[in-house]
Structure formats: structure tokens, C-alpha cells
């Protein structure tokens, strides 16, 4: 393992720090020259920590997929496999609707087809599937339902509603009104 010297550490910690701030602002498509001139260091600082766009936002969003990992992981254990499976993703949805780019970044990889799937929808995978699955044997959730179905319906209502008045709320109600199902039971 590489060992940074202090002001690499300081440099990183610096470009994180002001990434965080725009993309919350602008989104993923952040400016990498902007985060650079915020942050006192030049481009090439910048592309040798983050060596491009895709590693600066997994950076970026890394913390926080951590806490939803380990949500994840407290949840697989529930007697109620459904009720787990909803409170997960209803936590996604915060997130997603919160964290402005993580809905393009997640989509982006979903798209990928699995050329290129990123660390953040890795993680994320990984961390959803037994809550799936524990929803799927327990006859919660269809057996063609996918992860990626999953991750792509959370990241389309976020983008959906990120100009609303309040699009965490509206998320949840789409969120709702999915898991619910678009006609009524007869």
C-alpha cells in the first residue's frame, strides 16, 4: 500500500471536500477545472487523485453507499422480508433525491449493461440483493425482479423529481405509488 505524504492527504481531502460541494450544486457533470480552482490545487492535481469523472464521484458518494450498505445488511435479518425490502429502498430514495448526481451516476452505470458497472453500484448490488432475495422466497417481489430493476426505479423517480418543490417527498410518493401498482386490485 502506497503511503501519501501530508499534503497529498491535505490536497485530497481538500478536492473531496469541495467536490462534495459541487456536485450537491451542479450535479455529476461538476466542473473538474472548477473543483480544482475551489479547492487551490491545479487540474492535473485533481486527475492524479481522481483519474476521472466516474473515480471522483465514487469519492464523493462513497460514505454514505456505506451507510446504506450497512443498512442493507441490518435489514436482511427482518422477520418482515417485504416491510426490509421497502425500508431499504425508501432510504435509497432519500438519498438519491438528496444527494444531486447520484441518480445520473447510478443510471450511468446501469446503463453500462455490466461493461463497466462502478464501485457505488457494486456495493450497492451487493448489498440489496439478499434483501431481494428474502422478499422473493418469502413471495414479496416477483421472481424475474432484478437488482438493477430496483437501483433503475429509485434513480428515474429521483431524477423524475428533482426539480419539484420537494422532491424527496414526491420521490416517495412515486416510490409509493410503484410499490403499490398502478391500478387497483379487483
Known amino acids: 500500500m502506497t503511503v501519501r505524504r501530508a499534503d497529498a492527504r491535505r490536497n485530497y ?3 473531496l471536500a469541495v467536490a462534495e460541494k459541487e456536485v450537491a450544486a451542479h ?3 461538476a466542473s473538474l477545472e472548477q473543483i480544482a480552482r475551489v479547492a487551490g490545487v491545479g487540474s492535473a492535481t485533481v486527475r492524479r487523485h481522481f483519474p476521472s469523472r466516474r473515480a471522483l464521484l465514487e469519492a464523493v458518494f462513497s460514505e454514505r453507499i456505506s451507510v446504506l450498505c450497512d443498512q442493507a445488511e441490518q435489514l436482511s435479518g427482518a422477520d418482515d422480508a417485504r416491510a426490509a425490502l421497502l425500508a431499504w429502498l425508501g432510504a435509497l430514495t432519500s ?3 438528496t444527494a444531486r448526481g447520484m441518480a445520473e451516476a447510478l443510471t450511468e452505470s446501469t446503463a453500462d449493461s455490466g461493461a463497466h458497472v462502478d464501485a457505488c453500484s457494486a456495493r ?3 448489498a440489496v440483493d439478499p434483501l ?3 422478499a422473493e422466497r418469502a413471495g414479496a417481489v416477483a421472481a424475474h425482479v432484478t437488482v438493477t430493476d430496483l437501483i433503475s426505479l429509485v434513480t428515474g423517480i429521483a431524477l ?3 426539480h419539484h ?3 424527496t417527498a414526491e420521490a416517495h410518493r412515486l ?3 410503484t410499490v403499490a401498482g398502478i391500478s387497483p386490485r379487483r
Open 95 to 97: 438519498y438519491a433525491t
Open 27 to 29: 450535479g455529476a457533470e
Open 124 to 126: 450497492l448490488g451487493a
Open 175 to 177: 416510490l409509493a405509488l
Open 13 to 15: 481531502a481538500r478536492i
Open 132 to 134: 431481494l432475495r428474502n
Open 165 to 167: 418543490d420537494d422532491p
Open 160 to 162: 423524475a423529481t428533482e
